[in-house]
């Protein structure tokens, strides 16, 4: 079997990578290791940025839009105005909706399927798969890894793995006196370097969840602050989250085969919000069209990796904070601010980040002081 490009795993980063080259007249073969390519349910937020990645985007995966943020610390609260909404997505019609359109491109999907690894020695990109019960030697060109955070491309390739935090998020009816406009977050050191999350759904539901440390007992966080809330779960979603790190390499070439890293199995996610939907369509268009144009993947990913390296920053900053900074970061919420952040959105950081600055002052000596305590960790 012989294809142009052969693409591991069913993720949206891998559809739509796989997509975009069948469109452009290539052999495109995916291979898939479930039985059915049917994930299990999860609620994603995702800003606009999404339809400006993927232009003809199908409104109607849209389950719900929510035009306002809500941010707590400790009893202080405020908010931001979004001038576009972000978008109330479910993964697994999201994942139904991109296997369709690759399927309609003329991509060749093969489900119950086993990457297995490189045929040493061969020179011709070939590669082992097994399908089914049979097992196939495949040439090919390129080798698109989107098998997610425990990638096995990756793993064979033997190249490092991605960092990973966990998340988990309940399912729960959406209080009576809640706005189903606003999203809120809830910011709490002691409990989590990131945040917990109320995301508004369709049908007078909502998730609440939290992003935790790597050996946290997240779900005992999670139930607690569930409690503390007077939510009650109907259920839960979780899961790893690959992180990004200008470390972690997402391209290398074995055995004449040119090997590229999209979505979670790249680490492409914001590092701030752990929201990885934008960026991972992003990689894969990059790695679509450094196949297409003949160009290097870093090249036509550069773009999307200066945005991913600009939230690296902010988190860098953002794990040397307290909650007092936490606090005296919300109060510097001024006008100014909120409008800055009303009008880009959390994928638009790369090129209007850095005006945060002169909009409020005060943001300079909190972020000096968390700098310093970078430079110089706190014994």
């Given at each position: 079997?012989?294809y142009?490009?052969?693409?591991i795993?069913?993720s949206?980063?891998?559809?739509y990578a796989?997509?975009?080259?069948?469109?452009?007249?290539k052999?495109?073969?995916?291979?898939?290791?479930?039985?059915?390519?049917?994930?299990?349910?999860?609620?994603y937020?995702?800003?606009?940025?999404?339809?400006?990645?993927?232009?003809?985007?199908?409104?109607?995966?849209?389950?719900?839009?929510?035009g306002?943020?809500?941010?707590?610390?400790?009893?202080?609260?405020?908010s931001?105005?979004l001038s576009?909404p972000?978008?109330?997505?479910?993964?697994?019609?999201l994942?139904?909706?991109?296997?369709?359109?690759?399927?309609?491109?003329?991509v060749e999907?093969?489900?119950?399927?086993?990457f297995l690894?490189?045929?040493?020695?061969s020179?011709d990109?070939?590669?082992r798969?097994k399908?089914?019960?049979n097992e196939?030697?495949?040439?090919?060109?390129?080798?698109?890894?989107?098998?997610?955070?425990?990638?096995?491309?990756?793993d064979?390739?033997?190249?490092?793995?991605?960092?990973?935090v966990?998340l988990m998020?309940?399912?729960?009816?959406?209080?009576e006196?809640?706005?189903?406009?606003v999203?809120?977050?809830w910011?709490?050191?002691?409990?989590?370097?990131?945040f917990?999350w109320?995301?508004?759904?369709?049908?007078?539901?909502?998730?609440v969840?939290?992003?935790?440390a790597?050996?946290?007992?997240?779900?005992?966080?999670?139930d607690?602050f569930l409690?503390?809330n007077a939510?009650i779960?109907?259920?839960?979603?979780?899961g790893?989250?690959g992180?990004?790190s200008?470390?972690?390499?997402?391209?290398?070439?074995?055995?004449?085969?040119n090997?590229?890293?999209?979505?979670d199995?790249a680490?492409?996610?914001?590092?701030?919000t752990?929201?990885?939907?934008?960026?991972?369509?992003?990689?894969?268009?990059?790695?679509?069209?450094a196949i297409?144009?003949?160009?290097?993947?870093?090249t036509?990913?550069?773009r999307?990796?200066r945005?991913m390296?600009?939230?690296y920053?902010?988190?860098?900053l953002?794990?040397?904070?307290?909650?007092?900074?936490?606090?005296?970061?919300?109060?510097?919420l001024?006008?100014?601010v909120?409008s800055?952040?009303?009008?880009?959105?959390?994928?638009?950081?790369?090129?209007?980040?850095?005006?945060?600055?002169?909009?409020q002052?005060?943001?300079i000596?909190?972020?000096?002081?968390?700098l310093?305590?970078?430079?110089?960790?706190?014994?």
């Amino acid at each position: 079997m012989i294809y142009d490009v052969v693409v591991i795993g069913a993720s949206t980063a891998g559809l739509y990578a796989a997509e975009i080259l069948a469109l452009h007249d290539k052999k495109v073969a995916l291979f898939d290791r479930n039985i059915q390519i049917n994930p299990d349910l999860r609620t994603y937020i995702i800003t606009p940025g999404l339809e400006r990645i993927v232009p003809d985007f199908d409104p109607n995966l849209i389950r719900h839009k929510t035009g306002s943020i809500h941010i707590q610390v400790g009893e202080e609260v405020k908010s931001i105005q979004l001038s576009a909404p972000d978008l109330i997505i479910e993964r697994s019609q999201l994942i139904a909706n991109f296997l369709s359109r690759a399927k309609k491109a003329g991509v060749e999907i093969y489900k119950e399927s086993e990457f297995l690894g490189f045929v040493g020695g061969s020179k011709d990109g070939s590669i082992r798969i097994k399908v089914g019960e049979n097992e196939k030697t495949i040439q090919t060109r390129y080798l698109i890894g989107a098998d997610g955070v425990h990638s096995r491309v990756r793993d064979l390739a033997e190249m490092e793995a991605v960092p990973q935090v966990p998340l988990m998020q309940a399912e729960i009816e959406l209080p009576e006196e809640w706005d189903p406009d606003v999203t809120k977050v809830w910011f709490d050191v002691n409990d989590s370097p990131y945040f917990y999350w109320l995301i508004p759904d369709k049908d007078n539901k909502a998730v609440v969840g939290l992003i935790s440390a790597p050996r946290a007992n997240i779900r005992l966080l999670l139930d607690n602050f569930l409690d503390e809330n007077a939510f009650i779960p109907l259920s839960y979603q979780s899961g790893q989250a690959g992180m990004f790190s200008p470390r972690t390499r997402t391209e290398i070439t074995l055995e004449g085969l040119n090997i590229y890293l999209v979505g979670d199995a790249a680490g492409q996610i914001k590092v701030t919000t752990v929201g990885g939907s934008v960026t991972g369509f992003a990689g894969a268009r990059a790695a679509a069209y450094a196949i297409l144009e003949n160009k290097p993947y870093k090249t036509t990913l550069r773009r999307t990796t200066r945005e991913m390296s600009i939230h690296y920053f902010i988190r860098s900053l953002l794990d040397q904070m307290s909650n007092q900074d936490y606090l005296d970061l919300l109060r510097g919420l001024s006008p100014g601010v909120q409008s800055f952040l009303s009008r880009y959105d959390r994928d638009q950081m790369r090129r209007n980040f850095w005006k945060l600055v002169f909009i409020q002052p005060k943001y300079i000596f909190l972020g000096l002081k968390l700098l310093f305590r970078l430079v110089l960790p706190r014994r």
